[in-house]
């Protein structure tokens, strides 16, 4: 390479501070691939490869006479009229919309609250509040599970000392609320310490100026940091679209503890899950995961257009 | 001004600690207790006999050790996944940040659009092209996944445009410095506390994954600690007669599978905080 390039610098017969100053361009280019080669490389061969792979799998169907064959957009419009898959995007859907705006209020909350200096012991709060995010998902299900339960769970004990009706927190009624708890459980601290972390980037005489007109802790609140905190929340929330409409672990664990209230098609990753390894129907699998994918891309862009579009007006 | 604290609110914040750390406690708490009492006392206080330490030998020596062996895959899968993301994250958000090349805007684009491509979308797919490369049932199942990360190599970008002074890169190439030996030797310090943040994150992820060690492993001695609390769990639910002992293993191996990651989290408290503001504040 650098024959190649003295060579054709040579035939223009340029001054020397030109060649070096041309020579240290292109080999800083040059330098500039190396460095994102291997993520690049990475990135492509498992991430992108995937991708395609599933798209690609996705357009076929086996049949019992023929074997594999190419069906075009069939496993797509089999998925958008299957029920089972359906109700399940419905289901997370659902608990999108009640359990990720209780989880942000708690965190924002808090934040706000960690932040303000009217705290005692503020850090012992926050890192408190940051913890659950430090026990995996699958330990966070079974401890839950074991609350939860009729046997040995705390609140079953309580109600019976007081001889009361044990909650029914594994019935079909109370099911998805109890994931949701779970969930906000284990990902509220997380939310929080972005907050948290935006919230200390507010330049602090934007707060003098605002005491000095008089404005309260809760004034100051509402008026300077949470609009302040406009970019961060929406990392909480696109973050938030991504695991809603991903829910596995949580469902996948407590179907064990209550086959007949999860269905294999609890939720539609579960679903995937089920037709790809019990099902042995990897096409269809691979269409449903396609699809989930794609709901997730276009609810994440939905959710900036709409904030954007409403910051601007 | 400053010196004024409010009650109310103190006591609204210890409301909520106490959400987030009672089962925490009360998984301790059960730990501590042998089957009998867990059923006979009440959950959220200690038995009068306290049988931590024998639990813990049960749980650590149960079927040959394989608990510790759960443990150890656990460390192993992600301490390498961790490393190997935030080095390519670093080596790539720096790469970004710091060079003009062609492409850099559109790769880099690309790679920002695949941060909202779910994990568990990919994960189906993967493992199909992982059985045909014979990957299944084998470390990498469960590694080369975990190096990809989208916001690990956003957050590095971002870290190392101002982390990282253009004079002192600059300084360091007229002395003479390499490219690499000026990343190696200058700039990977400054982008210290953005690694550590990618690293912890990373960590985490590779540490509480479920889904993908669930798909690309059958084989018990491969198992992360997740798959294999999972099967106990599983074991202890459907088993009759047995399952006292199992139900024992799984609340005290739970307990001791969390405790590694707190103690990070703790250790680590300073880097990953400010690291975390960064991408947050211009994100």
């Keep these: 390479m650098s024959i190649n390039t003295t060579d054709r610098l040579a035939a223009r017969a340029p001054s020397r501070s030109e060649v070096r100053r041309r020579g240290r361009g ?26 395609v792979y599933a798209a690609y799998l996705s357009l076929f169907q086996e049949r019992l006479i023929g074997g594999t064959v190419f069906s075009g957009l069939g496993n797509y419009t089999r998925a958008l009229t299957d029920p089972r898959l359906l109700a399940g995007m419905g289901r997370v859907g659902l608990f999108f919309l009640i359990q990720v705006p209780i989880m942000l209020a708690i965190a924002l909350l808090a934040a706000l609250a960690i932040d303000s200096g009217l705290l005692r012991m503020a850090k012992a709060f926050r890192l408190g509040i940051f913890l659950p995010y430090a026990v995996p998902s699958v330990v966070a299900t079974l401890m839950w599970g074991y609350l939860y339960g009729q046997d040995f769970g705390p609140f079953a004990q309580l109600a019976g000392k007081l001889s009361l009706p044990a909650p029914k927190f594994l019935s079909s009624d109370w099911m998805l609320g109890s994931i949701a708890n779970i969930v906000t459980w284990e990902f509220t601290g997380y939310n929080m310490i972005i907050l948290y972390a935006a919230l200390r980037a507010v330049p602090h005489d934007l707060y003098e100026a605002a005491a000095v007109d008089g404005a309260g802790a809760i004034r100051t609140a509402w008026s300077i940091k949470i609009p302040a905190l406009r970019p961060a929340l929406l990392v909480c929330l696109i973050f938030s679209v991504i695991g809603s409409f991903q829910l596995f672990n949580e469902p996948q664990l407590m179907q064990r503890l209550a086959p007949s209230v999860i269905d294999s098609a609890y939720t539609p990753n579960l679903y995937a899950y089920t037709l790809a390894f019990t099902g042995q129907e990897v ?3 691979a ?12 609810a994440s862009y939905a959710v900036l257009f709409v904030t954007s579009r409403r910051s601007r007006s | 001004m400053r010196e004024r604290r409010s009650n109310v609110l103190t006591l609204g914040m210890v409301a909520l600690l106490i959400y987030f750390l009672l089962p925490l406690f009360w998984l301790f708490v059960a730990s501590t207790k042998t089957v009998g009492d867990l059923f006979s006392s009440f959950g959220l206080w200690f038995a009068s006999d306290f049988s931590l330490l024998s639990n813990i030998r049960e749980t650590v020596t149960n079927g040959g050790w394989v608990f510790s062996r759960w443990m150890g895959n656990t ?15 670093a080596l790539g958000g720096y790469g970004f940040a710091k060079y003009r090349f062609r492409g850099n805007g559109a790769m880099f684009g690309l790679v920002l659009g695949a941060i909202m491509v779910p994990t568990t979308a990919l994960a189906i797919p993967t493992y199909l092209l992982f059985s045909k490369a014979s990957l ?3 470390p990498w199942a469960i590694i080369l996944p975990s190096l990809v990360s989208p916001f690990g190599l956003y957050l590095m970008r971002i870290y190392a445009q101002d982390a990282v002074p253009d004079g002192i890169i600059e300084a360091a190439r007229i002395d003479g410095a390499g490219e690499f030996r000026i990343f190696f030797q200058v700039a990977l310090r400054m982008l210290a506390p953005g690694i550590v943040t990618v690293l912890l994150f990373t960590l985490v992820a590779t540490w509480n994954n479920y889904f993908l060690p669930l798909i690309m492993l059958n084989n018990p001695d491969l198992y992360p600690i997740t798959l294999g609390l999972a099967q106990w769990s599983s074991q202890a639910s459907a088993g009759g007669g047995t399952t006292g002992a199992v139900l024992s293993l799984v609340i005290t191996g739970s307990c001791l599978s969390v405790i590694p990651l707190i103690a990070a989290f703790l250790l680590l408290q300073r880097y990953w905080q400010s690291g975390l503001s960064t991408g947050s504040v211009k994100g």
């Design chain 1, 26 to 51: 292109v080999s800083h280019a040059r330098t500039g691939y190396l460095f994102v080669a291997p993520f690049m490389l990475v990135f492509l061969g498992l991430l992108v490869l995937p991708l």
């Design chain 1, 283 to 285: 096409n269809y699998a």
């Design chain 1, 287 to 298: 269409a449903v995961s396609f699809f989930l994918g794609t709901v997730i891309v276009v």
């Design chain 2, 75 to 89: 460390v192993f899968y992600s301490v390498v996944s961790a490393g190997g993301a935030a080095f390519l994250c």
């Design chain 2, 136 to 138: 299944v049932n084998t």
